[in-house]
Structure formats: C-alpha cells, structure tokens
C-alpha cells in the first residue's frame, strides 16, 4: 500500500530497510463528515491477450502512482470452480479458460462494486495445478485507485460500467507466446507440449475473437507493454488530476456539523458516582504523580469496559449450583467479542479488556493525523478473521472532532452492512466526537468539552 504525496515533493512516502517497508503516511477519508460513502475508488481496467504483460504495466502504476492503499485486482482469481469431468478435461489440456464462459463474472462485478465503495470483500484463490479455488480466501480492503487486470476485462457490460479507465495493452504475438510458455512451465507446472497445444487450440483464436475487438472500447492503447514508459506517465497524470479532485477535508466539516445539535441517545457516560469522581480529581490534578496517574487510569478503564459490557446482547440461562439448586441467570447471546485498538492511545485499554473477556480476540488500526492537511489517515490495520460476526468493542483514550474514530468505523463496515453494533470507548472526549458517530454505540468515562480548548 502507498501514500499520496504532492507531485512536487521530492521525499520519498516510504522508508525501505533490509527487512521491512515501512509507509509514512495513509489513506485519507473515503467518506463526509456524517460517515456515509462520499467518495469512491477510481478503477482502472486493463485489458490485454495473454501474456502481453498487464501485470508489469499495473505494478509500474502503481509504482509510478505514489498514492494510498492501491489495489491490484487480477482476472486469474474469478475462474468458475470446474466439474470433476471438466477437471480432467483441464489435466489433458482440452479445457479453453480463454473463453468468457470461463469466468465468474457475477462474482467479478460484485466484487469489484464493493471495492469501489471502499468496502472489504473476500477474493477466491485459484490453483492452477489443481484447478481449484483454495479452501482460504483472501481479505482484501477498500483502496483509493483499483487496478483491475484481465484477459476479458472489457467483455461485460456490467463490469465496464464500473471502470474510470480503460487501458488496453498491446504486445507482439510471438512476445506473447515466449512469455506464455515460460509463465505456465515454471510457474503452473506444464510441459511445454501442452502449453503449446492450448496456445494454438485456444489462445490465439480466443484473442482473435474475443479480445482483440474490444480494443476499441479502451481509452489508451500502451504498446510494447511495461517498456512504454511514456504511456504509463501520462496514465499516472490523469490518475493524479481525477484523485485531487475527489479531495476530502472531513476534520474540518466535523467540528462543526453537529454544533447545537442534541447529543445521540446512542450517548453514554460513565456513572458519576463518588468512587469516579474521585478517580476523575486525582488525574486531573496537576500535582497527582506518574505512579498514581496510571494506577487510576487503569481502575477507570476497567470499569469503563465493565459497563462496556451490559450493552452487548444477553438472554436468560439457567445453570446449577454445587449445592443441587438450579439458578437463572444471564449469558452473552452472540458469536463473539473482539476488540480493536484505534493505535495508539487506545492500546492502552487493552489490559482492561483482557482481564474482564477471557481470551478476547485483539486488532489493531494504526491512525495518524496527516501534518499537512490536518486530516486523519489510515497507515496500518490488523482485524481477525470474520470480526464481521463479532460484536465489537473499539477502544480510543482521547477524542476531539471524533475523526479517527469515524475512520475506525469506516474500516469495521464490511459485506453489505452500513450499521455496526459496536461499544466505542473513550476515555474523555467532546461532544462533537460523539454526534458524529450517532449509528453505533458511544460509552465516556466522562464529557470533557472543556478540556479540548486547553489541549
């Protein structure tokens, strides 16, 4: 993944060392300041014979684009999963993949309609030894520029409407018949017979057919593939100017969308009971210690996550006692509770949250505040597998406009759904933070709107 950097800055948005990529800046906002989809992905489709090198011309883009969280989405992943007759059809060479009946283009143009919302989907993995989708899929998450590659990129109607760009590569046959043959005995385990045979059996009538005539449906023909370094400038060019256009300033709209607004009753506080408001003296008080500072801190945060607790889903259940007698009581009445840390105050809630849920799962999303435009951005994210099931409890210790919570949120919203049933906890925020978050659950140890004008 990379940043997006002016067009006139000479350092560098990455820092490489012998072992590690290390990106120093992230994706901006994807969305308005109430936290709806405001913006989508730009996808660009690149169309080509096989071999003719789309992939080395999306990797020079990329490369070349210096932006956030691009993604490379290649045709090979949406082949139809094959029939035990057309399996061995495939193991003797006699099955065409270079036709459109080949591929799964409902998938494809489901799965690239998400990407353009800036959701999360899952891509297949398909084998071509075993010609086979894997049993693991791979996550992939929402992008600012979508690289989409293909033999038959330009062949659905469906999925052409969802293309800003339209690249067609253009390579010699015989370049494409030495790479092909190069690609599938090293890579896919073929002999050279049989690559040979499907070539001429194939290949070269499907792009006859099938492939060469939508060159004409493509914006910019790149001939001689990845070597045409001009065409891919002026590729980058445009995707620059139509990024720019589709700038966001969130931060700024937030701190002032939902002033003189009642506060959501999706709003909690931590009772102010003597116990808290004495908690609350002693941390604030400028004379308190580092030692006592902590201390305190972590009882807050503690029953923080208790009362986190009480909003999550619960049904009657009744066990027995060692005494015989049946009791009833309560149970959590979900799949599971997973917490994710907006990095890096909220990290320090993590201790709190283990020791209430036993073996509670933990994600990390790494949000910063990009020095130039004061807006927030995403560089780094870790969720488990399948936390769209889970219900969720995102943890954040200070809170001003609320804008990398909402980004928080953003990341959390995957599949289809646009409303989470999360517990957002934070240690001391304004009101701001928590109007600008009204569709899901908002839990303050206290409401500080006062403290924002001090910090």
Same mark, same amino acid.
């Given at each position: 993944?990379?940043?997006?950097?002016?067009?006139?800055?000479?350092?560098?948005?990455?820092?490489?060392?012998?072992?590690?990529?290390?990106?120093?800046?992230?994706?901006?906002?994807?969305?308005?300041?109430?936290?709806?989809?405001?913006?989508? =992905?730009?996808?660009?489709?690149?169309?080509?014979?096989?071999?003719?090198?789309?992939?080395?011309?999306?990797?020079?883009?990329?490369? =070349?684009?210096?932006?956030?969280?691009?993604?490379?989405?290649?045709?090979?992943?949406?082949?139809?999963?094959?029939? +035990?007759?057309?399996?061995?059809?495939?193991?003797?060479?006699?099955?065409?993949?270079?036709?459109?009946?080949?591929?799964?283009?409902?998938?494809?143009?489901?799965?690239?309609?998400?990407?353009?919302?800036?959701?999360?989907?899952?891509? +297949?993995?398909?084998?071509?030894?075993?010609?086979?989708?894997?049993?693991?899929?791979?996550?992939?998450?929402?992008?600012?520029?979508?690289?989409?590659?293909?033999?038959?990129?330009?062949?659905?109607?469906?999925?052409?409407?969802?293309?800003?760009?339209?690249?067609?590569?253009?390579?010699?046959?015989?370049?494409?018949? $030495?790479?092909?043959?190069?690609?599938?005995?090293?890579?896919?385990?073929?002999?050279?017979?049989? $690559?040979?045979?499907?070539?001429?059996?194939?290949?070269?009538?499907?792009?006859?057919?099938?492939?060469? +005539?939508?060159?004409?449906?493509?914006?910019?023909?790149?001939?001689?593939?990845?070597?045409?370094?001009?065409?891919?400038?002026?590729?980058?060019?445009?995707?620059?100017?139509?990024?720019?256009?589709?700038?966001?300033?969130?931060?700024?709209?937030?701190?002032?969308?939902?002033?003189?607004?009642?506060?959501?009753?999706?709003?909690?506080?931590?009772?102010?009971?003597?116990?808290?408001?004495?908690?609350?003296?002693?941390?604030?008080?400028?004379?308190?210690?580092?030692?006592?500072?902590?201390?305190?801190?972590?009882?807050?945060?503690?029953?923080?996550?208790?009362?986190?607790?009480?909003?999550?889903?619960?049904?009657?259940?009744?066990?027995?006692?060692?005494?015989?007698?049946?009791?009833?009581?309560?149970?959590?009445?979900?799949?599971?509770?997973?917490?994710?840390?907006?990095?890096?105050?909220?990290?320090?809630?993590?201790?709190?949250?283990?020791?209430?849920?036993?073996?509670?799962?933990?994600?990390?999303?790494?949000?910063?505040?990009?020095?130039?435009?004061?807006? +927030?951005?995403?560089?780094?994210?870790?969720?488990?597998?399948?936390?769209?099931?889970?219900?969720?409890?995102?943890?954040?210790?200070?809170?001003?406009?609320?804008?990398?919570?909402?980004?928080?949120?953003?990341?959390?919203?995957?599949?289809?759904?646009?409303?989470?049933?999360?517990?957002?906890?934070?240690?001391?925020?304004?009101?701001?933070?928590?109007?600008?978050?009204?569709?899901?659950?908002?839990?303050? $140890?206290?409401?500080?709107?006062?403290?924002?004008?001090?910090?």
């Amino acid at each position: 993944r990379k940043r997006t950097t002016s067009q006139c800055k000479s350092e560098p948005p990455l820092l490489r060392t012998s072992k590690r990529t290390i990106y120093t800046a992230g994706r901006p906002p994807w969305y308005n300041e109430h936290g709806t989809q405001s913006k989508e =992905a730009f996808v660009i489709g690149l169309c080509g014979g096989s071999a003719s090198g789309k992939t080395t011309v999306a990797r020079k883009i990329i490369e =070349a684009l210096d932006v956030p969280w691009v993604v490379l989405l290649s045709m090979d992943s949406f082949y139809k999963v094959l029939t +035990p007759e057309q399996q061995v059809t495939a193991a003797s060479n006699d099955y065409n993949f270079d036709h459109p009946d080949a591929f799964d283009f409902g998938l494809l143009a489901h799965t690239l309609r998400k990407l353009k919302l800036g959701k999360s989907v899952k891509i +297949p993995v398909y084998d071509f030894t075993t010609h086979g989708r894997q049993k693991d899929w791979k996550t992939v998450y929402g992008a600012s520029v979508i690289i989409f590659e293909g033999i038959m990129a330009f062949a659905d109607k469906e999925l052409l409407q969802l293309l800003d760009m339209k690249i067609f590569v253009e390579t010699d046959s015989d370049i494409r018949l $030495v790479r092909r043959l190069q690609r599938d005995i090293t890579e896919r385990g073929r002999d050279i017979d049989g $690559v040979i045979k499907q070539y001429n059996k194939f290949v070269k009538p499907a792009f006859e057919q099938y492939i060469e +005539p939508t060159m004409r449906l493509a914006d910019i023909v790149v001939p001689r593939g990845g070597g045409n370094m001009v065409a891919i400038d002026l590729i980058v060019q445009h995707v620059h100017s139509q990024l720019e256009e589709r700038e966001l300033s969130v931060r700024a709209a937030l701190a002032s969308a939902h002033q003189a607004q009642p506060l959501p009753q999706t709003l909690s506080v931590l009772e102010s009971t003597p116990q808290v408001r004495g908690m609350h003296t002693i941390i604030r008080n400028k004379e308190t210690s580092r030692d006592e500072f902590i201390f305190y801190s972590k009882r807050l945060m503690r029953l923080l996550i208790e009362r986190a607790l009480s909003f999550l889903p619960s049904e009657s259940h009744i066990v027995q006692t060692p005494q015989g007698e049946d009791y009833e009581g309560r149970t959590f009445h979900g799949k599971r509770i997973t917490g994710v840390s907006i990095l890096r105050a909220g990290e320090t809630m993590e201790p709190a949250l283990r020791a209430v849920c036993k073996d509670v799962r933990i994600g990390k999303i790494l949000i910063q505040t990009n020095q130039d435009t004061g807006e +927030p951005e995403l560089h780094y994210l870790r969720l488990p597998k399948d936390i769209g099931e889970d219900h969720v409890i995102l943890m954040d210790c200070t809170v001003s406009t609320g804008a990398a919570a909402m980004m928080a949120v953003r990341v959390l919203l995957v599949g289809d759904s646009d409303e989470l049933h999360h517990v957002i906890l934070m240690d001391c925020t304004v009101s701001t933070g928590a109007a600008a978050m009204m569709a899901v659950r908002v839990l303050l $140890v206290g409401d500080s709107d006062g403290l924002h004008h001090v910090y």
